[in-house]
């Protein structure tokens, strides 16, 4: 139970638990975080400081690049009262073959709870398996969920709701993101349209699961190949780099596979006209989005990057106070 002058959270049900993927919460536990990110948020706006993880510490374990998940979970930590430790693979004994489960066990003695940044979904589930405190997924090549919670914040803010808003994603339908979105979407009731190339279309067992669960959400969950036939009545676009970090090497490849998939003004004019635009950062100007369009009147992508800190502020609280 969170306990604060204005308002109780009853963190019961999240206390102790896993954040790997977006699949493994309901609709009302994720309601539950995007209530308390947007409390949290507030009180950060208006001054107030709020303790709950004081003394509490958070390793965050990172084998790939990163801005923002690296600063909003270690400001965020701090906020809170806690102390977060930045652990490079290259750095711990992991990156010379130290096992995943000894490290578990290892660093289960010492922290509150680990935010672990990986390639493989498996090291993450590994990790998981082994430790006895919270592991939250900063992002693996399959799925990145503190982003989706992040932008399910976002949505809520500048569409007024989730349930019924349509976003069309556009680009590599294959990647963390777009799997990621569409386990969220399905759980919040929303339309969401993958749109991309053949052979960069999402993981056919995730789009299962998504449209699974959005049966029973009141969600429509689809892979189409025509950007301009799908996002006509968009509420939301969003789009993401081409070539995810550890492809590097398929950069050339990509630009090629994905020409004509660029979100620029003229395929944005063709959404609704007070359509948002969004993605997830880094972002690549004039590749999967024109200038024009992440530095305009439609691009939220900023208060997106912005709410990775109040929703792991409101993750973080619910599982590890
Ligand atoms: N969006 C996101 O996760 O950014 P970073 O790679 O900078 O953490
Ligand atoms: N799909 C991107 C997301 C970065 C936050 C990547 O994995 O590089």
């Known amino acids: 139970m969170i306990k604060d002058n204005q308002i109780t959270f009853n963190n019961a049900k999240l206390h102790g638990r896993d954040f790997l993927t977006l699949a493994d919460y309901t609709k009302d536990e994720i309601n539950y975080l995007l209530d308390l990110a947007e409390y949290l948020k507030d009180q950060r706006k208006k001054g107030i400081t709020f303790e709950p993880l004081k003394g509490k510490t958070l390793g965050m374990i990172f084998e790939k690049s990163s801005t923002r998940t690296r600063v909003s979970f270690e400001a965020g930590i701090y906020q809170l009262g806690g102390i977060g430790i930045f652990l490079s693979s290259k750095d711990i004994q992991i990156g010379r073959g130290e096992t995943i489960a000894d490290t578990a066990q290892v660093l289960s003695g010492y922290l509150d709870g680990i935010m672990i ?11 998981a398996k082994y430790a006895s405190i919270p592991i939250i997924n900063g ?45 969220g979407a399905a759980l919040m009731g929303m339309e969401l349209i993958v749109v991309a190339p053949k052979g960069y279309q999402p993981d056919p067992t995730i789009v299962a699961k998504a449209q699974d669960i959005a049966k029973s959400h009141g969600a429509m969950i689809s892979v189409m190949e025509n950007p301009k036939e ?25 630009e090629i596979a994905f020409k004509g998939y660029q979100v620029n003004e003229q395929l944005l004019s063709l959404a609704k006209s007070d359509v948002s635009f969004m993605h997830c950062l880094p972002a690549h100007r004039e590749e999967e989005v024109s200038a024009g369009v992440i530095d305009g009147k439609h691009s939220v992508v900023f ?10 502020k409101a993750l973080m609280t619910a599982l590890m106070s």
């Open 139 to 183: 992002l693996t090549d399959t799925y990145h969920p503190c982003q989706v919670l992040a932008d399910l914040q976002t949505v809520k803010e500048v569409k007024g709701a989730l349930h019924g808003v349509k976003m069309v994603y556009i680009g590599d339908g294959g990647n963390n993101m777009a799997h990621s979105l569409m386990i």
């Open 117 to 127: 940044r990986t390639f493989s979904q498996e090291s993450v589930k590994e990790l």
């Open 230 to 254: 799908a996002i006509a009545n968009a509420d939301v676009v969003y789009t993401d780099v081409w070539a995810s970090m550890g492809q590097e090497a398929e950069q050339a490849k990509r």
């Open 303 to 312: 208060q997106q990057a912005e709410n990775r800190l109040h929703a792991q």
